[in-house]
């Protein structure tokens, strides 16, 4: 559990709201607008590592998540990245994709990856170079 300020940051799978989670993703979100909450559900389940940001004034309100989607070994995929609307500005997306990177298991591995829209946002990342050899690739669909 990680804490800033009023904030927590906490991976502990029981206390995701999934009604918030689904909510922005289905509604709000450019990457998974109209994504079921079955979808939602078995999404967070198969994922080993997800981190909730709550507002602990609030009554512990559930304002932001991510989750990795990884073998823990050589790769991982950030997934799903959000601050709603209201609690944005204050550094705490920042906050979480720091927490993301450092955490334990997931700093030693060769690979983590996002996608983004934004790129200024992810100061930490740099964008893979599309004129390499090898090019990330995704199947058809």
Known sequence: MWRMNDFMISTDKALLD????????????????????????????????C????????????????????????????????????????????WLIQTVVNHPELKTLKWLT????DPNFYSMFEIFDQTAQLKFMKRKI
């Not at 998540?65 to 070994?73: E, G, H």
């Not at 996002?114 to 829209?117: D, E, H, P, R, V």
């Open 18 to 49: 999934l009604d918030i989670i689904n909510g922005f993703i289905s509604t709000e979100s450019y990457w998974g607008l109209g994504r079921s909450r079955e979808a939602m559900e078995k999404a967070v389940y198969n994922s080993p590592y």
């Open 114 to 117: 996002l996608f983004t829209k």
């Open 51 to 94: 981190f909730g940001v709550y507002h602990e004034s609030s009554g512990v309100k559930q304002i932001g998540f991510a989750r990795v989607i990884s073998d823990l070994v050589t790769f991982g995929f950030i997934a799903d990245l959000f601050i709603l609307r209201d609690f944005r500005g204050k550094g705490i997306g920042k």
